[in-house]
């Protein structure tokens, strides 16, 4: 349920209708603009709908919300959430580039390819220091390990990174080095991970489920932000279909109905939805298009020898040539890069 406060209301007015509904047993969640107020209602749907919160100062109209997920809707919320990370921008106008390595496999590996993508424009560097692999024999990334090059790399170019947490045990170590934390596909319903993250002071990319409906990953983004962490990026990585050519179907329908659906930032990955190297560019052109707030890519600076997709990879002069027909468009899209001035 939204109860949606008149123009200008005053905060006595906002208290008390946040007092009665403590009082019934609801959680209360505040969306402030400069001139109006949005409170979003979580709590038992019958008492809240039971109580008579129209006639009470302030309010304006109470909206009886069926979907599933409220806070991360744009009833809650109608302007876009642009999230703030160190020295760039992901949402509004800001448009991210998030580059680099799928894991993180040696210090000279991890910093070249972090100089690389900062010259080229990159926003914002990736790595893997811990690896989901459908093999157990595969290489599982090196661990804290892993982070603590990432880290260096990261701090040595100056651009903030991203890293995927597997374990809620591990979240409060991932979260002592990175500056956003990645929920992978295999996790997305992780309910536990969601709810910790829920708690933490720290962005989250959270991709969507290989199988997932709109509706999940809306429901998944939902119980980070009911746990009081707003900073939540969505992330299209590809799903499941009978199509055996590409890795997966990168799903660009997806993010032009998620900026109609959703306040949070959409960007699309299109190395892990092709996991194809010649396909990258021109799904990362059709991103821009479709209205994502970013893109994903994944750089190696040898993609035949990487660890990891290296056929996914694209090597840095390939990236630098995506970034040069990239940039144009993004701006004739009215974005900027990083947000920048």
Known sequence: MLVIMRDHASDTEIDHVVNLLHEAGAEAHLS??????????????????????????????VVRVLKPYKLVSRDFQADDTVIRVANTSIGGQAFAVIAGPCSVETESQVL????????????????????????PYAFQGLGEAGLRLLKEAGD???????????????AETVASYADIMQVGARNMQNFMMLEELGRMDKPVLLKRGLSATIEELLSAAEYILKGGNRQ??????????????TRNTLDLATVAALKTLTHLPVIADPSHATGRRDLIAPMCR???AAGADGVMVEVHP???????????????????????????????EGRLLGGEE
């Open 302 to 332: 040898d993609p035949e020898h990487a660890r990891c997709d290296g056929p996914q990879s694209l090597p840095p002069r390939d990236f630098d040539a995506l970034m040069v027909d990239l940039v144009p468009r993004i701006e004739a």
């Open 232 to 245: 939540v990026i969505l992330c299209e990585r590809g799903i499941r279909t009978f199509e055996t050519y």
């Open 286 to 288: 059709a991103a821009v």
């Open 32 to 61: 402030r603009g400069e001139v109006k107020c949005i409170i979003g209602v979580i709590g038992d749907r019958d008492v809240m709908y039971a109580l008579d919160l129209e006639g009470l100062p302030g309010v304006e109209q």
């Open 156 to 170: 040595e170019v100056g651009l903030p990174i991203v890293t995927e947490v597997l374990d809620v045990r591990d």
């Open 112 to 135: 070249e390819t972090a100089q690389a993508v900062k010259a080229a424009g990159a926003t914002i560097l990736r790595g893997g220091a811990y690896k989901p692999r459908t093999s």
